[in-house]
């Protein structure tokens, strides 16, 4: 089973950028869909972006399209999720999850087999 770690989060002001990485110590990425979902007390984890494996289609949600650019990097097994023009909406911990089917949009975290610990985000305003 991959195992996965995020790492990239930390506290930023309203309209900066961060970079989330996940990655798979000593296991590959390759062949699996990777998505980034996020949650804050009190609610239900979020999908916020997914990538496909092979042919590396991407999917976002409405509330960070244009804002959030997800990438793979299959050599350094390792998949990123770029975030600028960041609000404080967008605080909150965010989980990468593997799907073992790299194929298609999946959004919902039980289409996900395995999941990192989280990195927080937290946007001041």
């Known amino acids: 089973q991959v195992q996965v770690v995020e790492s990239g989060g930390g506290l930023v002001q309203a309209g900066g950028s961060l970079r989330l990485s996940c990655a798979a110590p000593?296991?590959?990425?390759?062949?699996?869909?990777v998505g980034w979902f996020r949650q804050t007390p009190g609610k239900e984890r979020e999908f916020v972006s997914r990538i496909t494996g092979y042919t590396t289609h991407t999917f976002y949600a409405d509330s960070v399209e244009g804002r959030f650019t997800i990438s793979r990097d299959d050599a350094k097994n390792a998949v990123y999720l770029q975030m600028n023009a960041l609000n404080p909406e967008d605080t909150g911990i965010y989980y990468c999850?593997?799907?073992?089917?790299?194929?298609?949009?999946?959004?919902?975290?039980?289409?996900?087999?395995?999941w990192g610990q989280g990195t927080q985000v937290t946007v001041s305003s």
């Open positions: 000593g296991r590959t990425f390759s062949g699996s869909a």
């Open positions: 999850a593997v799907d073992y089917n790299p194929y298609g949009g999946a959004r919902l975290p039980s289409d996900y087999d395995v």
